[in-house]
C-alpha cells in the first residue's frame, strides 16, 4: 500500500467500524486462510483492531463509533497490511490465542492452540472420566505452548501434569504459560522425545496433540501454516511416526484404569488403515473437530503386539 494510498483511507475511514469492516473486507480480498483461531475475515479483523486500541474484545455500538486517532489510523493499516502481505497468523501478530476458553501466549516458537481436545478438558473428560475418579497426574505429550498442560491443570486443580516436549524453544513458552497462570508448583516443563525423559513414571491420564500432519498435506498447506513451527506439523509420509511410538509405549505409563487421549486429525484413515483391528473410540465434538481417539490402559495392553509390529515395520 503506497502512501498516497494509505492517506486516501485515513480521510474516508474514521471510527472502529470503519476499520473492522475495511479490514475485513481486505482479508476476503486477499482470500487469507483463517484457521488460528477464527474461521472467518470479520472475527479476525475485531481480534487485530482490538490487539492495535488496547481495547477487549467484545464490541459494543458505543465503541463501534469510537474515533481513531491518526497515529492509530496509520498502525490499523500496517498491521492490516501485515496480516495480507505476509500472510502471519493472527496470534503471532497480538502473541496471543485462546484455548479452553483460557488465554495464552503464543509466537512462533510454538504451534497456534487449535485442538478441539480443548472441549473434553472443560467437561473434564466426561463421562470418559467419572466424576467419582480422583486424577492424581496427568501427562501432555508434545505440549507445545503448554496450552493442554494448563487446561488440564485449571480443569483438574487436583492433578499434578507433566508437560513434555522435545523442543526447548517451546518449553520455553510453556514455561511463560506456566508462569502466567501460576501454575509453577503444578505443572512441570520436562524436555523429553516422546517418553525418553520420564522413564518410569505413570499417570492417568495422558493428552497427546501430536504432530500428525501427512506429506500430502504438508505440500498442500496455506501459506499462514509456514510461519508455525515444522516439527509441529508434518510427521512422515503417513503423519504416525510419533503416533506409532504413542502406541507402542503408552501402556507401561499408564496405571491400570488410565486413559489415553490422542489427536490424528486428517491421518485418523491411515490409523484405521495401519490398525484395521484395533476398536479406537473416536471423540465427537459440540463446537466442531474430528480425528481424536480414546483407548484405555488395558487396550494399548491388549494390542501391545500389534502395535510394536508397526512402530518397528514403520516406512
Known amino acids: 500500500m503506497t502512501t498516497h494510498q494509505s492517506t486516501e483511507i485515513t480521510e474516508q475511514l474514521h471510527t472502529v467500524a470503519d476499520y473492522v469492516r475495511f479490514a475485513a473486507s481486505e482479508f476476503n480480498r486477499a482470500d487469507l486462510f ?72 503464543v509466537d512462533e516458537r510454538v504451534l497456534v492452540p487449535r485442538s478441539p481436545i480443548g472441549e473434553w478438558i472443560q467437561k473434564r473428560f466426561s463421562p470418559i472420566i467419572s466424576d467419582e475418579k480422583h486424577v492424581k497426574r496427568i501427562l501432555d505429550l508434545c505440549t507445545g505452548s503448554g496450552c493442554i498442560a494448563i487446561a488440564c491443570a485449571s480443569y483438574f486443580p487436583e492433578a499434578e501434569v507433566d508437560a513434555v516436549d522435545l523442543s526447548i524453544d517451546a518449553l520455553n513458552v510453556a514455561q511463560i504459560n506456566i508462569e502466567n497462570h501460576g501454575l509453577t508448583e503444578q505443572v512441570i516443563p520436562i524436555q523429553s522425545d516422546v517418553f525418553s525423559g520420564i522413564v518410569g513414571q505413570k499417570y492417568d491420564l495422558i493428552v497427546s496433540n501430536p504432530p500428525y500432519v501427512d506429506q500430502e498435506d504438508i505440500d498442500s498447506l496455506p501459506a499462514e501454516f509456514t510461519h508455525e513451527p515444522e516439527m509441529g506439523l508434518g510427521c512422515g509420509s503417513d503423519g504416525l511416526d510419533i503416533v506409532r511410538q504413542i502406541l507402542a509405549e503408552s501402556a507401561e505409563h499408564l496405571n491400570e484404569d488410565g486413559i489415553l487421549i490422542c489427536e490424528v486429525g486428517n491421518s485418523q484413515i491411515h490409523v484405521e488403515a495401519l490398525y484395521p483391528e484395533v476398536d479406537f473410540q473416536w471423540l465427537t465434538f459440540e463446537r466442531g473437530g474430528h480425528g481424536v481417539f480414546m483407548l484405555t490402559q488395558e487396550q494399548l495392553v491388549q494390542f501391545q503386539a500389534v502395535f510394536n509390529y508397526a512402530l518397528k515395520n514403520r516406512e
Open 34 to 105: 483463517f484457521g488460528h483461531g477464527h474461521d472467518n475475515a470479520w472475527d479476525e479483523a475485531i481480534t487485530l483492531m482490538m490487539f492495535l486500541l488496547e481495547l477487549p474484545d467484545q464490541l459494543t455500538e458505543h465503541v463501534m463509533q469510537c474515533r481513531l486517532t491518526n497515529d492509530e489510523k496509520t498502525q490499523a493499516l500496517d498491521i492490516i497490511s501485515r496480516r495480507i502481505t505476509e500472510q502471519i497468523p493472527a496470534a503471532y501478530i497480538t502473541h496471543q490465542a485462546y484455548f479452553a476458553e483460557l488465554p495464552f501466549y
